[in-house]
C-alpha cells in the first residue's frame, strides 16, 4: 500500500477486531495503529473508522483556561467580531474536537490531491483549512496521480486506478431524490461526502457547537420587543409540493386547527429567496414549519439551519429522532411527539397564549451556537466538515448498498402512522378528488 494519508481496513484486519465495540480500542498492524469507534446500532456489520496519528497543529492556540479542555476560536470571514469559542461540535462522530480542528502537514510534503470528477468543486471549498496541505483539481488527466476521486452519483466513463485509491460518493439529497444513484454501482465507493454525519465526509447544510465559557451569552437570549408583537401561527417556505414524506397532507390537515401561511409554489403567498419580507420571521410568525421532503436518517432541511435557528422563532420538524442529536436541546418542536394533528395544534396554540413557556425554547443560546452553512461561502466555518476532514482521516463503508438503502421510510409512513393520513387525503389532495 502507497504511504499516503488515505488508508482503509482490509476485510481479513476486520475479521481479527473483537467483537465488542462498545468503546474505542486499539488494533496492531504491521503499517499503522487503527481506531474503532463504535456507531449507532443501526446495521448489523459496524462502521470502521481507520485512522492515523494526528499530524500537529497549525495555529498558535490562545492559552486554554482549562488544561483538561480544547478550544477552537472560529468565526465567518472578515468578520471578527463575530468570531466565537467552542468547546465541542454536536454529531455522532466521537473524533475528539482537537482531532477534527487541527491538522498540519509535514514540511514541503507532497500536497493530498483529491480530484473532483464532473462536479464544480475547487480550491474553494478548503477555504476553511488552507493550512492542511490538500490539493482540490478538476483535471481528469491526473486521475493516476490523485489520492482520492469525488464523483457526484456515477460516470460510465471513470475507472479506479488501483485499489488504494478512494472514491467519494458526493450527493447532498436522500436516496429518496436521488434517482441516478439507483442506476450506479455503489460498491465501487469507499465513503460519502453528503448530509449523512457517520461519514467522516459529513458535509451538513448547519451544525451546532457548544459555546466554550467565554463566548457564552448572558440574558436577554431573544428580542424581547419582536418576540412579544408576534401576532400569526407558523409560515411554511416551499417549493416542492408533493413528497414522499407526504408533509403537504400532513400541513392540510393542521390549518383546519392552526394558522399555516405557505410560501412559494405550494401556496398563495410569495416571499423570494433572501428578500426583506423574511423578516416577518422574526417580527411576525411564532413557529416555522421545517419538515423534510423525505424521512432520512440524518437528511435534515436546510430551511431549518437558516430559518429555523437564525431568526426568532421555533422550528418544528417532522420527526424528533433525525434532528435531536444535532441541534440544542429543547430548540425545536417535533411534529411526531404528538398522537394527532389536533394535539399539535392544541400545544402550539398554549406556546403562542403563555409567552413564559414560549420563550423557553430560546434558553439554549445561552450554551449553544447554530451556524448555518450555504455551500457558497467558504470559510473558518467549514472547518469541521467536508473537504477539509476527507483531507485529515476517513471512515471506510463495507456495505454502501445497504448504507443507503435501509436509511429512508417508506412514503407516508409517518404521515400515515401518526397523523391518519390515508391514500385518498393524497389523492384529495392532489387531484381534488377522485
Not at 444513484?181 to 465526509?201: A, P
Not at 430559518?307 to 444535532?326: A, C, D, M, N
Not at 461561502?377 to 473537504?387: S, T, V
Amino acid at each position: 500500500m502507497r504511504d499516503v494519508d488515505f488508508h482503509c481496513i482490509t476485510k481479513s484486519m476486520r475479521a481479527n477486531v473483537s467483537a465488542n465495540t462498545n468503546t474505542p480500542l486499539q488494533m496492531e498492524a504491521s503499517y499503522r495503529s487503527v481506531l474503532i469507534y463504535n456507531f449507532e446500532d443501526e446495521m448489523k456489520d459496524p462502521l470502521l473508522t481507520s485512522t492515523i496519528n494526528p499530524l500537529e497543529p497549525d495555529y498558535d492556540f490562545e492559552d486554554q483556561p482549562d488544561d483538561d479542555k480544547f478550544y477552537f476560536k472560529m468565526g465567518p470571514k472578515g468578520k471578527e467580531n463575530e468570531s466565537f469559542y467552542i468547546e465541542d461540535v454536536l454529531t455522532i462522530m466521537k473524533i475528539p474536537l482537537k482531532r477534527r480542528l487541527t491538522c498540519k502537514a509535514k514540511q514541503n510534503a507532497k500536497p493530498k490531491m483529491i480530484l473532483s470528477w464532473g462536479t464544480d468543486h475547487g480550491m474553494k471549498n478548503l477555504e476553511g483549512c488552507r493550512d492542511w496541505n490538500c490539493l482540490v483539481i478538476n483535471d481528469k488527466s491526473k486521475l493516476n496521480e490523485a489520492d482520492a476521486v469525488l464523483l457526484e452519483n456515477g460516470d460510465p466513463v471513470f475507472r479506479r486506478r488501483d485499489k488504494d485509491q478512494y472514491v467519494i460518493y458526493f450527493n447532498e439529497e436522500s436516496p429518496k431524490n436521488s434517482l441516478p444513484y439507483r442506476t450506479i454501482i455503489l460498491d465501487l465507493f469507499n465513503f460519502s461526502l453528503g448530509y449523512r454525519h457517520d461519514t467522516i465526509g459529513a458535509f451538513p447544510r448547519g451544525y451546532t457547537v457548544k459555546l466554550a465559557p467565554q463566548s457564552r451569552r448572558k440574558p436577554p437570549l431573544y428580542d424581547e420587543n419582536l418576540v412579544g408583537g408576534k401576532t400569526k401561527g407558523a409560515a411554511w417556505f416551499v417549493s416542492q409540493c408533493r413528497t414522499s414524506s407526504r408533509r403537504e397532507n400532513i400541513i392540510k390537515k393542521l390549518q383546519k386547527h392552526f394558522p399555516v401561511d405557505v410560501y412559494g409554489n405550494c401556496g398563495k403567498l410569495k416571499c423570494p429567496r433572501n428578500s426583506p419580507c423574511e423578516k416577518m420571521l422574526d417580527t411576525d410568525y411564532h413557529f416555522y414549519i421545517a419538515f423534510e421532503n423525505s424521512i432520512c436518517k440524518d437528511y435534515i432541511t436546510e430551511k431549518l439551519w437558516n430559518f429555523g435557528y437564525q431568526r426568532e422563532i421555533i422550528p418544528i420538524v417532522l420527526k424528533r429522532s433525525i434532528v435531536k442529536p444535532y441541534v440544542p436541546p429543547n430548540s425545536f418542536i417535533a411534529a411526531d411527539d404528538f398522537r394527532s394533528v389536533t394535539d399539535l395544534a392544541h400545544y402550539l396554540n398554549y406556546l403562542i397564549k403563555n409567552k413564559t413557556a414560549y420563550t423557553e425554547y430560546f434558553n439554549w443560546r445561552s450554551d449553544y451556537k447554530v451556524v448555518s452553512l450555504d455551500g457558497k461561502i467558504h470559510d473558518a466555518l467549514e472547518r469541521p466538515w467536508g473537504f477539509c476532514q476527507v483531507g485529515n482521516r476517513e471512515l471506510c463503508l463495507y456495505n454502501f448498498n445497504k448504507w443507503t438503502d435501509e436509511s429512508c421510510e417508506n412514503d407516508g409512513d409517518l404521515a400515515e402512522r401518526i397523523f391518519n393520513v390515508t391514500l385518498y387525503d393524497v389523492i384529495n389532495d392532489r387531484f381534488g378528488g377522485v
